[in-house]
Each structure stands twice: as C-alpha cells, then as structure tokens.
C-alpha cells in the first residue's frame, strides 16, 4: 500500500479558508509548495505541502490548490473521480511537459489550462476493468484553479502537429487483451 507519493514539487497558492477549517480566510491565499499525492478510496485527490511558513499540510484536497489567487471552481468542477484506492504511481510524462490541455467539466464548459503530471491507479478492483480505468492528469488551469481530469475529458493542444478534432463518437474499449486467454 502505498497512500503517499512524491510528486515534482510545485509552487502553489493554498486556499486560507482550509488552514482555518472553512471558518474564515475566504479569498485569501497563503504561498506553498505541493511535493506528494495522498491518495484514499472514495476521497478526492488530495496534496501535501509546504507552507512558506514552513508549516507542512496533509490530505491538502484538489479545490483548495491553486497555481496563482483566483476564484474557486466547486469541487464537483476539480475533478470527475474520487481516488480509486491506496496504490497509485505520479508520473510527469515527458510528452505532455507543459502541454496546454482543454479540459471539459461537468458543467460542459471547456476550460484552458496546462498539465503538471499524472496519477495512475494499481491493484485497485477499477483499475482492472478496462472501461472503468481512469487517471488524474493535474492540470493548472488558466484561472489558476488546479484540477485532476481523465483522458476522455481533455484534449490537448500543440499547434506544431496537433489539430484538435477528436471523434466523438469512440468508444472506451471494455476487452481485456491477452494472448493466453
């Protein structure tokens, strides 16, 4: 089991009102570094991280990060899924380095932003089922809210060689491939 791993560590904003349990400090931001994932069945993605203050915070949740002070998003508008268990890898994917992503909310607005890196779910019951497997990419959006997205719900953007135009009538694929099945 894992439940924590390090990530690239980030230069964040952290949202006052949770160091003072959503009581006060609405609309003040408080200067950190991200530096680990804490993942736990059926919560949201949550961060560790260092305060300027040299205060460290855990289970720092996804809605309560920011890249720079901005307006909150809900957290339903953070990300499309709860974390899938304890065992995970973070990963900052080469290819998608600084990549700008649209991502598509459950309120159906798109959203621009750029890609920090991603979790991957292992050993857990949904990891396994090919069409219920999702990651978290984390993305800082343009705003400065961060969110944690799967693939069906971005679309990535590189004017060098990428024309935006995915099909949207594909399908998530539900086989298992093996050759000795």
């Known amino acids: 089991m894992f439940a924590l791993g390090e990530t690239p560590y980030t230069k964040i ?10 009581r006060k400090g609405h609309g003040e931001f408080t200067p950190a570094v991200v530096f680990a994932y804490r993942a736990e069945p059926a ?9 300027d203050s040299g205060a460290q915070w855990a289970r720092v949740p996804i809605h309560m990060i920011c890249s ?16 899938y268990g304890y065992d995970f890898t973070v990963l900052a994917l080469p290819f998608l ?8 909310g459950r309120d ?5 932003g750029n890609y920090l890196f991603s979790v991957d779910w292992i050993k857990t019951g949904w990891s396994e089922i090919p069409d219920q497997h999702k990651n978290h990419h984390i993305i800082a959006l343009e705003t ?5 997205y799967p ?12 024309t935006p135009a995915p099909n949207k009538e ?12």
């Open 13 to 22: 904003f952290i949202r006052n009102e949770f160091l003072f349990d959503e």
């Open 43 to 51: 919560r949201v993605p949550m961060f560790q991280v260092m305060l």
């Open 68 to 83: 720079r002070p901005c307006v909150a998003l809900p957290i339903e508008q953070t990300c499309w899924w709860d974390s």
């Open 97 to 104: 380095k600084n990549h700008a992503v649209t991502a598509l």
């Open 108 to 112: 159906g607005v798109i959203r621009k």
């Open 144 to 148: 400065g809210q961060w969110i944690g």
């Open 151 to 162: 693939n069906n719900r971005l679309v990535w953007q590189d004017p060098s060689w990428i």
């Open 170 to 181: 594909w399908q998530t694929p539900s086989r298992t491939y093996s050759v000795e099945r």
